[in-house]
């Protein structure tokens, strides 16, 4: 036996799922016995990368030490977890040991894929070619908007699922918007390519969205998909598909590029029993409950639930999880439901944001009422939320199994 042995929880994945269920687990009973496995020293912000790349918040702000967060009566486990042999309880670590639970909970997020673009890797970080879906290149993402004074910039976002589906327009509105600011804008001609059919998947912010793609003069290139850069060439070669299907490539010249890569389920999940065809921990909805497998929950970017894959997301799955797996410990019926939730700020300019918030089905589910803070409109109370409130409900509530706006809901009262 190694030793980690057995543990009664086992929780998956140091980042916001993981650390926000152990959390909501001890406010629950803190003589619980739960590992984290997560191999990683740091923990990231990852929200806050947009605003790195938008020059609002420093890099620094956005990486915390894992020690400092893991809950102190939670063991963490520094190590990456490679198989699952659910039918032995059991979770293989990269190094050939294996941990044993009696309930394990699974949040280890998403891969990016640059790969996937051929070219991308080698130039990222250079040559005008940037990401805020990295930490080190969102410092860069600023530099090169400070920096261009006139020429082309894409933006790029490939086919969904991906984590947080407005980033890829976040990034450039806030580009445009200091542009504007320097008066720049008139000489930088913007243009947003996204593989999907529409800007933004549910229709009630799209007025407030359009105002801005108008305000900044972006040309929407709806259905096209980045498939290469050449940094040294500056150029990014797209397929594009028009309205009967027929797909031609089409290849750019840019000073700046803004890519989000394609994203997908990491392999050790997608090639383990826990997953769905799709590659994705495969739960039920509403408990996030393996659907086949009743000791084993899962949340965050990893789980199959169709909502928006984001923080927010997050911060409503972890009490309904942590809920449901308590209540089978106690013997009872798992009772907590999630209803879908997931929100995305979208900066459209520097001091405002249109706060998308909508469960499954694109539902709208407000946290304020209208006079308060009205989602579908660019305001600068939603700005003022997204640059100083969510961060430290983040930490503070969220990572602290303080339920803050996130109290589960019962199956009756969904
Ligand atoms: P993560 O937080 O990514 O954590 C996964 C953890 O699992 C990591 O610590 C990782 O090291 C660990 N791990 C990986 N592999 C293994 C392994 N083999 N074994 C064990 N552990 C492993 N969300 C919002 O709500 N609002 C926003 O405005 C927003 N903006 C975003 C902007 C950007 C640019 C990005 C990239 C994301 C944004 N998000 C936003 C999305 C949000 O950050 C994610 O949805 C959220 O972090 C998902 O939590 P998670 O626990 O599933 O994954």
């Given at each position: 036996m190694n030793q980690f042995a057995k543990h009664q929880i086992l929780i998956v994945g140091g980042g916001a799922g993981g650390i926000a269920t152990a959390a909501s687990l001890l406010k629950r009973d803190k003589s619980l016995d739960i590992a984290i496995i997560e191999p990683s020293e740091s923990h990231y912000y990852q929200p806050g990368w947009t605003l790195v790349g938008g020059g609002a918040?420093?890099?620094?702000?956005t990486r915390h030490a894992m020690a400092s967060l893991i809950p102190k009566k939670a063991r963490w486990i520094r190590s990456a977890v490679s198989g699952f042999d659910p039918d032995n309880n059991q979770v293989i670590l990269a190094d050939g040991e294996s941990v044993g639970y009696e309930y394990l909970v699974v949040s280890p997020g998403l891969k990016l894929c640059w790969d996937k673009i051929e070219g991308l890797e080698e130039t990222l970080g250079k040559n005008g070619v940037t990401s805020n879906y990295r930490f080190d290149l969102a410092p860069y993402t600023w530099k090169l908007v400070q920096e261009l004074q006139s020429g082309v910039a894409l933006f790029s976002q490939p086919p969904m699922p991906i984590k947080c589906a407005g980033a890829p327009q976040k990034a450039m509105y806030l580009s445009c918007s200091e542009w504007f600011k320097r008066k720049r804008l008139k000489d930088i001609h913007v243009s947003f390519h996204n593989a999907?059919?529409?800007?933004?998947?549910?229709?009630?912010y799209m007025p407030a969205l359009m105002e801005y793609i108008e305000k900044y003069d972006i040309k929407l290139c709806l259905g096209e998909n980045l498939i290469a850069v050449n940094g040294e060439q500056k150029t990014a070669t797209f397929v594009v598909t028009d309205a009967e299907g027929n797909t031609r490539e089409e290849v750019r010249q840019f000073d700046m590029l803004h890519v989000c890569p394609p994203q997908a389920s990491m392999d050790f999940i997608a090639n383990s029993?826990?997953?769905d065809e799709a590659g994705w921990v495969e739960v039920d909805q509403e408990s996030l409950q393996h659907k086949r497998y009743e000791n084993i929950w899962g949340l965050g970017?990893?789980?199959?639930?169709?909502?928006?894959?984001?923080a927010a997301a997050v911060r409503q799955q972890a009490p309904v999880v942590a809920a449901n797996l308590f209540s089978v410990i106690k013997g009872k019926p798992q009772i907590a439901c999630y209803t879908g939730y997931g929100s995305c700020?979208?900066?459209?300019e520097r001091g405002k944001v249109v706060l998308a918030e909508f469960g499954y089905g694109g539902v709208l589910q407000p946290s304020f009422p209208k006079w308060v803070l009205d989602g579908t409109k660019a305001t600068r109370r939603a700005w003022f939320l997204k640059e100083n409130l969510l961060s430290p409900i983040y930490f503070q509530a969220m990572l602290k199994g303080?339920?803050?706006?996130?109290?589960p809901k019962t199956k009756e009262k969904k």
């Open positions: 918040f420093t890099q620094a702000q999907g059919a529409v800007l933004f998947g549910v229709k009630e029993p826990l997953a970017d990893a789980c199959s639930a169709p909502n928006a894959k984001t700020p979208l900066t459209v303080r339920e803050w706006l996130a109290a």
